[in-house]
């Protein structure tokens, strides 16, 4: 009778577990969640609104197939990319940073580390790449392949920057985190706010970098003034 009843306990304890440890697969893998939220690192607006966006993306997507990471993953907000040291100089310091600048515009089921897509590191990872060249560096074929995708995010044109991400993913030889396709503009938006700030919201509709005439003539106006 006590090894029925031992039995039986076991079992009932082992149904409770898988049980729980389904809700939380569930959970985990069916979308963004407000668990997710770091609320130490948002602002009570920038909270509400990814409250917001958590319904908004699991009414796209209510069995959670797309399982998109918009979770906070180790951001930073500049490139880290170091122009004043020799030995530190290398194609790979430049794809790293081109790859997390694309994190809040994919869809993939991993992430780690992201940098927001602004101007300004938009005109890092430009010079970062002149300078590569000038100090021999790079070869041609890699200059115009990494060019090519630079100008084209300069123009603010990300339609295809979820098979570029694939090719900066190639380079580095990866063997997980190639995109499912483009987020949505919930999932960027919340990414954003889950990684950068209601500062970097702007980001989602990124404008067409300036051209350089343009940018000298603000600067010779500033000075005039």
Do not use: C
């Not at 122009?83 to 100089?89: A, V």
């Not at 997980?176 to 500062?199: C, K, P, Q, V, Y």
């Amino acid at each position: 009778m006590k090894r029925k009843k031992t039995f039986w306990w076991v079992a009932l304890t082992g149904l409770v577990v898988i049980g729980i440890a389904s809700y939380v697969g569930y959970t985990y893998w069916s979308g963004p969640n407000p668990n997710e939220l770091d609320r130490e690192q948002m602002t009570e607006e920038d909270y509400t609104r990814a409250l917001e966006l958590i319904d908004i993306i699991k009414e796209e997507d209510p069995l959670g197939r797309r399982q998109n990471v918009t979770r906070r993953i180790n951001p930073q907000e500049t490139t880290g990319l170091i122009f004043d040291d020799p030995k530190k100089l290398n194609k790979g310091n430049l794809i790293d940073a081109m790859h997390l600048m694309t994190h809040q515009k994919i869809l993939a089921t991993e992430k780690a580390g992201a940098i927001p897509m602004t101007h300004d590191n938009l005109k890092e990872v430009r010079d970062y790449l002149e300078l590569l060249r000038d100090k021999n560096k790079i070869k041609n074929d890699d200059y115009l392949q990494l060019g090519d995708i630079i100008e084209r995010w300069e123009q603010a044109i990300f339609d295809e920057i979820d098979k570029e991400q694939d090719v900066l993913l190639e380079e580095m030889y990866a063997a997980i985190g190639f995109s499912n396709g483009l987020a949505t503009r919930a999932e960027e938006e919340l990414f954003i706010l889950n990684n950068f700030g209601g500062e970097y919201v702007y980001t989602l509709d990124l404008e067409p970098m300036p051209e350089e005439e343009e940018q000298k003539e603000d600067v010779n106006t500033n000075t005039e003034e």
